[in-house]
């Protein structure tokens, strides 16, 4: 798997450990297993990018995942 994509995966990883627990409970534990066992641990993502009220310093590939864990996860029905 591309390095690109593990890093991503640790941001969202990181992003997913610093939720609310009442909005992390929402996510599917298979999701957060995959993220776990595919991020890059020799990538420590910058706290300062891990903001989601500006995404614009996040990766690229990291907003794509966001994009699909809301849509799969979080968005109301």
């Known amino acids: 798997m591309e390095e690109k994509y593990r890093n991503a995966f640790s941001e969202v ?4 450990e610093n939720m609310h627990p009442n909005i992390r409970k929402r996510i599917n534990i298979n999701f957060i297993k995959f993220l776990e066992e595919n991020k890059n641990n020799d990538y420590i993502p ?11 310093n996040l990766m690229k ?3 794509i995942v966001l994009a699909i864990l809301y849509d799969k996860n979080l968005k109301d029905n």
Not at 13 to 16: A, K, Q, S
């Open 46 to 56: 910058d706290p300062a990018k891990i903001n989601l009220q500006s995404t614009e």
């Open 61 to 63: 590939e990291t907003k």
């Open 13 to 16: 990883y990181c992003i997913i």
